[in-house]
C-alpha cells in the first residue's frame, strides 16, 4: 500500500539510502535536507527506482518555521498512512573545551529541536487519520559513551526520550514510533571528523536504508520500539 513519506537529511548518506530504498515501495516521498540540487537530482532518482511521486523540499531544520513548511509540502501528495522518517543529524565530535560552543549547541538544534518540530507539524495529520508511524533515526551513542561527542549524545538521547513518551502518547490512537539506534555507518558525516574507525568496518547507508524500508512495510499490527543495527565487528 502506498504510503506518504516525509523523509529528512535526505540528501546524503542514510536519508538518501533510505529514499531511494523506500522509493522501490511506490511510496509517495517528500525530501527535506538545505542542498536543493541534490535533493533534486535524488528526487528523479526515487522516480526511476518506482516512487509514486517526489517532492525536493529544501529547507533547514535549524530553523522553527521548517515543521510547519513540511506540513504543507505532504498537503498536496493525495492518498495513504503519513510516515515520518527523522534521519538529519549533524555530527562535531572534538574536545569540548577546545571548540567553540556554537558546533555544540547546533548538535542539540538540528538532531533533536529540528525533529521535535517536524514532528509537532506531522502528529495532527497522524492522529487525524488515526494511524502514523515515525521512525527516529538515533545511535548506539545514546547507549554507548563515546569520548567528546556529549552534545551529539545528548541530542540522540534526548531524541529518544521524545521518541518513548511520544508513543506512550499516542500509541492507542494509532501512532507507531521507532527508535532506531544505528552502529558507525561509512557516510559524508565521517569525512570532517578527526579521527574515525575504518570506514570498511562501517555499515553501509544502503544496509541502514533497507532497515528502515523493512521498518514501514511492517504490517499494521506490530511495533517495533527499538531496534539496534550494527557492523559485523560490533560497535566500533
Ligand atoms: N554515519 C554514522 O556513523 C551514523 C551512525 C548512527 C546514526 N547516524 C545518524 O544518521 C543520520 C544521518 O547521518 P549520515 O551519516 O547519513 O550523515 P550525512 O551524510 O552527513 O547526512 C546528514 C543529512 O542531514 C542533513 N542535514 C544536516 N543539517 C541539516 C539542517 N540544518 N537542515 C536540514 N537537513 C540537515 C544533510 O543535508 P544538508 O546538508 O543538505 O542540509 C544530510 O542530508 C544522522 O542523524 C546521524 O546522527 C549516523
Not at 522509493?23 to 533534486?40: F, I, P, T
Not at 522516480?47 to 529544501?58: C, P, Q, T
Request: net charge neutral; with cysteine.
Amino acid at each position: 500500500m502506498s504510503k506518504r513519506i516525509v523523509v529528512t537529511g535526505a540528501s546524503g548518506g542514510i536519508g538518501r539510502e533510505t529514499s531511494l530504498a523506500l522509493a522501490k515501495d511506490g511510496h509517495a516521498l517528500v525530501l527535506v535536507a538545505r542542498r536543493l540540487d541534490r535533493l533534486v537530482e535524488l528526487a528523479q532518482d526515487c522516480l526511476d527506482a518506482g516512487a509514486r511521486s517526489a517532492d525536493a523540499a529544501a529547507l533547514d531544520l535549524a530553523d522553527p518555521a521548517t515543521g510547519p513548511r513540511v506540513a504543507d509540502h505532504i498537503a498536496a501528495l493525495g492518498h495513504g498512512e503519513l510516515v515520518l522518517v527523522n534521519v538529519a543529524g549533524v555530527a562535531h565530535f572534538g574536545p569540548l573545551h577546545e571548540t567553540p560552543v556554537e558546533d555544540h549547541l547546533r548538535q542539540i538544534q538540528v538532531n533533536l529541536l529540528g525533529l521535535v518540530s517536524v514532528t509537532h507539524a506531522l502528529l495532527p495529520q497522524m492522529l487525524a487519520a488515526g494511524r502514523g508511524q515515525v521512525v527516529n533515526v538515533l545511535s548506539v551513542a545514546v547507549h554507548v559513551a563515546f569520548p567528546y561527542a556529549e552534545a551529539y549524545s545528548a541530542s540522540k538521547a534526548g531524541a529518544y526520550a521524545f521518541g518513548k513518551s511520544l508513543s506512550a502518547s499516542y500509541r492507542r490512537q494509532g501512532l507507531r514510533v521507532t527508535s532506531l539506534f544505528p552502529g558507525a555507518t561509512d557516510t559524508p558525516l565521517w569525512d570532517s571528523q578527526r579521527g574515525s574507525p575504518p570506514r570498511e568496518d562501517m555499515l553501509t547507508a544502503q544496509a541502514v536504508g533497507q532497515v528502515v524500508r523493512e521498518l514501514v512495510r511492517l504490517p499494521a499490527d506490530r511495533v517495533v520500539d527499538e531496534m539496534t543495527v550494527t557492523p559485523p565487528k560490533g560497535v566500533l
